[in-house]
């Protein structure tokens, strides 16, 4: 492949459209005859990417019928420098995206056994500065997050009902907050590949999600390699944006 330096701008910008055709068709498989600006409103729903940047790449399709006119040997215009500089910002955003656990996941995750009192919980929450706390069973396996406005809630509900601070705290396991919780998917698990825009997609079609957790195969047995809380969402735009 030529180097982009050694391309015009019209070849540059076909390069990375005809990249960015590719990478949606293959990844959704959708179909081939279907045109390109079907082929992003078809994707919308689908990626966090395409969504961002739906109307530059309906605008890109259109320059690019406008370039070439059906044929790639024939250069009608040359775009500009700007517009060169973004579509190949959206090729790599969509061909080869930033890794979740390489760029914005929390890597000292700090876990916490299911048998502990509420008390060691929010010691440690509030000692660690971390709002959000994976909960380990004793077959190693995680069974939730301690949550500490979930915590919160529980203890202003435990008292409502005439229960006793010292009692909630140092009677009450974190396994009997978690088995509580009416909703469980205020936490999920992903796997080491999870991209930055997967994980937006994850917080943005679930609007309960408080953390993702990542493990190598995305699985609840496995050790947390990282964790990615809904307080990521404004770095993981930036990255997205500056990448």
Known sequence: MEEKKDLSNARR??????NIDYAIRTRYNLNRSMGFSELIRRSVALNYIVRKYEDDLIDFGRLRNAIVHGNEDYIMAEPHYEVVEQIEKIER??????????????RDVLTISCDKSMREAIILIASSSYSNIPVFNNQNEIIGVANGQKILDSFGKYLITGGKADIFLDNVKIEDMLSKIENSNYYIFANKDLTVEQALEFFHNNSKLLAILVTKNGGAKEKPLGIITGTDVIKMNSILENY
């Open 93 to 106: 955003l969509l061909t080869t995206p930033p890794k979740a656990l390489e760029t914005v996941c929390r």
């Open 13 to 18: 910008f076909l390069q990375a459209y005809n």
